[in-house]
Each structure stands twice: as C-alpha cells, then as structure tokens.
C-alpha cells in the first residue's frame, strides 16, 4: 500500500421503486431502475446538496471521479520531458521492476511505436529513463508511458496499469487550399455556399443554418453563452445570485448587425451582439472553400468573472455519436484533469449523460483540453485554451467554451 494513512468514505443510499423519474432513472440488466435519496420520501427539511454525487453509483458503477481518485493513489508517479520519462516509485516495499513500462507514441490519436522497458528502482526512489524512440512531429503528437503490473498479485491481475504518464504537443497541420466559397447578400439573409456545405446568417439573429451534403446540422441559433449550470460548491457561496445577469445575457443578446466580406481564400462574416446590459461582442465566422468555419469572439467589456464564456450549438437530436481528440475516455474538468488521457475516444452522447451525470443536472459532459470533435461535421479548438461539452437536451447540444 502506497499510501497507508489515506483512506475513503462511502455512503450507499438505498433505492425504492416509485414512478420514474427521467432525471433519475438508470438501466440495469434491461430493467429500468430508480436512484432516490434524501427528500424523495416526503422528508423535511432537506437540501438536497451532494446527495449520489460520491465515487461509485447506487448500482456500483464508477463515475468519472474515481479515474482521479486512481490517480491520486498512484504507486508511481511518471512525469514526461521531451527525451525522457522520470519515475518516482512510491511504494513501500515494492520495487520498480515488479512493472513493465509501455512506451507508446501517437499521432491523432493513432499508434506509431510501442518498446515494453524494464528498470530497478528502489522503493522511495526515483529512476530517469530516456524515451527508446523520438516523439513525432506531426499533428496531435502525443508519448504515453504507463506503468503495467507484471504478475498476479492478491486484487490485482497481471496487465493491470497502475500508473501512467503522458507529454504531447500539438504541431500546426499543412491546411488544404481551396479557393474561397460564392457570398450570397440577401436583404434578409447572407449565404455562405462551397462544394457541398452551405451555411445562413439571419439578419437580426446570426448563425441559423449549416448543411452538409444536403443534411441540416442545426437545430436552432447559433448564439453566445456565459452561463453554466450551478454545482453544490456554487450554491454554497450564491455565485447563482452573483451572476444571475449572466444566465440571460446570451439568451436575450441581440445581433444588431452582420457584415460580410470576402477576403483571401475566406468569406469573413462578422455578427456583431449587443448584451442586456449595453456591452457590445462582435463574433468573426471565418469560412474558407472547404467549409471549415475559424470563429473569434472577442470580448470588449472591462475584466469581468463570469460563469462562461463561449457559444452554444444546438445540434440535430440525431447527432449523438461524438470523436473527439482530447482528455477521456470519460469526462474531466478543469480542476480534475488526473486519470485523464490525451487520444481520440468516441462515445454516445446521451448514453454518457445517462451513465455519468449527477441525479441533479449540474456542469457536466465535459471534454478539456481537446483538439477536435466530430458531430459529423468539425469543431476545431485551440488546446488548451477550450473545452467541448455535449448533453443531450435540445437547447444544450453542445457547447463550446474559451477557458483561462
């Protein structure tokens, strides 16, 4: 044991049947099953606050939370540098060549090398190990070093990673050329129209329409958005109170003007909104022959804290199967990013939703730090400075947020 005099609570709340509610049923064994805690049984007074938002769900599924938690409890710690891995063994007893460590390269999320190295390393010690190949310089490029168990041990089979360590960089990708899409100006309307894709802008309202090969992607308006569902920490400081402003200012913002203009190989229109409370932001859509979309939305207020900051695209409901290049297999935040991958993971967006979100929808669904997401068409983020959310409910689809 690594770490002796750390050690964890949990609580089981037991569930009884009654009607389904949508927000808190699950699917065990094809049988739909209610998750009910405290102030579902007619009990008062009751909060609510961090009820089943612990590590293991009711039916003892892990939620996201625990890949952090493994982390934290890390036998090893493998850090990355550009040539080599540093690993300090944190066991008490146990030596480093008790593992194999698998040296794996990636670009885009697809494997390039892979060499298993061994190493002695004392408990309490630490071991440099310079990588057995270079890193590539293309794309997403991204070293994995993960520690894995070698033999059966008492809870532990062999081949069970108990650690890992990653360094990636991402390297500009050569951009095809084509030549800049046909601009439409309506007096209601300004088309954007290319091989294939076709966006709209609604004078007075922005981004209404992207079609791809004849098949609408969006559901509603494109729009800005600085509001995010409140977690139980925010509700204990009112930061809802504090910036309730903000949950309607992207709701109600209105685009005054568009202008559009042709320059390069790109057809630039600009949306210009004007915030409830008179600020104004001006959004850059970016478009080129191939029907990729470079969006800047700029902000022109004074230094404010805000809830959010980015734009809402409510896709198609149909738009369910997401890959994506970033931290997973399963959802991270900001502030928990251990036990988090740098890869190419696909996954279904309202079976995450079901499988690993609170009993009471908080911010959730999240992908930091990545590089692109697929919904049949592209998002392309600047990593790290944005984050990828998806949920399944018609007005939240997806979002896409500027992070500090």
């Not at 949990?10 to 065990?28: A, V, W």
């Not at 540093?86 to 670009?107: G, K, P, Q, W």
């Not at 320059?263 to 022959?289: E, S, W």
Request: glycine share 10%; aromatic share 10%.
């Amino acid at each position: 044991m690594s770490r002796p005099r750390k050690c964890t609570g949990l609580k089981y709340f037991p569930k009884k049947e009654k009607s389904l509610d949508p927000l808190k049923t699950y699917y065990s064994a094809g049988r739909a099953r209610l998750c009910l805690h405290g102030g579902d049984f007619g009990d008062r007074p009751t909060d609510r606050e961090f009820c089943v938002d612990g590590l293991v769900l009711p039916d003892r599924r892990n939620t996201p939370k625990m890949d952090a938690v493994k982390a934290a409890y890390a036998p090893l710690k493998i850090t990355l540098t550009d040539t080599e891995a540093v690993v300090e063994n944190r066991n008490l007893f146990t030596d480093l060549n008790a593992y194999d460590l698998v040296f794996a390269s990636s670009v885009n999320g697809k494997p390039e090398r892979r060499a298993v190295l061994r190493a002695d390393c004392k408990p309490g010690e630490t071991v440099h190990i310079a990588f057995p190949f270079a890193l590539p310089e293309a794309g997403l490029s991204c070293m994995t070093v993960a520690a894995v168990q070698r033999a059966a041990l008492p809870g532990i089979p062999a081949g069970y990673e108990a650690a890992f360590g990653q360094i990636w960089y991402k390297y500009a990708e050569a951009r095809l050329t084509a030549a800049a899409p046909e601009l439409v100006e309506m007096d209601c309307n300004i088309g954007v129209k290319g091989k294939g894709f076709e966006y709209i802008f609604g004078r007075g309202k922005g981004l209404v329409s992207i079609r791809y090969n004849g098949v609408q992607l969006l559901d509603d308006t494109v729009r800005p958005n600085f509001w995010r569902a409140p977690t139980n920490n925010d509700e204990g400081c009112a930061e809802p109170f504090a910036f309730a402003f903000w949950k309607t200012a992207g709701l109600y913002a209105r685009c005054d003007n568009l202008t559009a203009e042709t320059k390069g190989g790109f057809v630039t229109v600009r949306a210009n909104y004007t915030l409830p409370d008179g600020q104004t932001l001006p959004i850059d859509f970016a478009i080129d022959g191939a029907g990729r979309c470079d969006i800047t939305m700029t902000w022109q207020g004074e230094r404010a804290e805000v809830p959010e900051f980015g734009l809402l695209f409510p896709l198609r409901r149909e738009l369910t199967e997401v890959s994506y290049q970033g931290l997973g297999p399963r959802e991270t935040t900001a502030d928990r990013t251990a036990g988090g991958k740098m890869g190419a993971w696909n996954y279904n967006v309202r079976q995450d939703f079901a499988q690993n979100s609170p009993v009471y929808p908080q911010d959730c669904g999240r992908r930091p730090r990545g590089g692109r997401a697929n919904f049949c068409f592209r998002i392309a983020t600047a990593a790290p400075a944005c984050t990828v959310q998806l949920s399944p409910a018609a007005s939240r689809a997806s979002a896409l947020q500027g992070t500090e």
